[in-house]
């Protein structure tokens, strides 16, 4: 399978502070990567590079494009949508407004209605609160906003980070098992940054490890979920 995303030799600083080192990294098209690694070992700076949101050099190609020196809004436009941490949910708008803020980057107006029609049918639990605000939501209902908020710009390949992040176990189990759904039925490729490694690997096919910086191994995420020594030594369990 061809690699939608590759990033090859990226660093990356905040202020002097170098916080990636020479990352070599792929997503391949309609598959699932999960980037794993203790507190501080880049994880979120590596979404953050992909993205033009914090300084780096290096070089990232989108579908063949090479998207080094694109901005952010342009590589979003290219098909690569992120569901930050802690939700980035518009608590003032309502479920619909959150949702239709996508439609001034989408051409076909049709399309983007079937697509806000796809995230009610994924999570039925927007549908039902679709004029209440975003700020009153729960936690899990402000998680599913947000990545139905990110299929809203029919994306190629969305960015998750912490997903799970305070959430209640049955919720993040079906928050897992509809992103499971959205690359099987949509063929979106994901990147997905997660501390429950467990869930991760098992969404996953290929997994990457972090440690300060650096890409410590990689492989099929079979290989890491069968090495218990691995995971002790970089994931905990």
Do not use: C
């Not at 391949?28 to 992909?50: F, Q």
């Not at 407004?97 to 980057?105: D, G, P, R, Y």
């Not at 049955?170 to 897992?176: C, G, K, Q």
Request: charged share 25%.
């Amino acid at each position: 399978m061809a690699a939608l995303l590759e990033i090859r030799g990226v660093s990356a600083w905040y202020g002097p502070i170098r916080a990636l080192y020479d990352l070599d990294l792929a997503v391949e098209e309609g598959g699932v990567t999960a980037l794993l690694g203790a507190n501080g070992a880049g994880k979120t700076t590596t979404l953050r590079a992909i993205i033009n949101m914090v300084r780096r050099n290096g070089t990232m190609v989108l579908g063949g494009a090479d998207i080094s020196r694109a901005g952010t809004e342009d590589i979003v436009r290219r098909g690569v949508a992120q569901v930050p941490e802690g939700r980035g949910t518009f608590t003032g708008l309502t479920v619909e407004e959150n949702l239709k803020l996508a439609f001034h980057t989408r051409k076909d107006r049709a399309a983007a209605l079937r697509d806000m029609e796809m995230v009610y049918d994924l999570f039925p639990r927007l549908r039902e609160r679709v004029r209440q605000q975003a700020g009153t939501l729960s936690g899990g209902e402000q998680q599913m906003l947000a990545v139905g908020r990110a299929l809203m710009l029919a994306p190629r390949l969305m960015l998750l980070d912490e997903p799970s992040f305070g959430l209640a176990p049955l919720i993040v189990r079906e928050i897992f098992q509809v992103l499971r759904r959205i690359n099987a039925e949509q063929q979106v490729a994901m990147l997905i940054v997660e501390q429950n490694a467990a869930m991760a690997l098992e969404l996953a096919d290929t997994v990457y490890l972090l440690e300060t910086g650096r890409v410590v191994t990689s492989g099929p995420a079979e290989l890491v979920r069968n090495d218990e020594a691995l995971r002790k030594a970089y994931l905990g369990y």
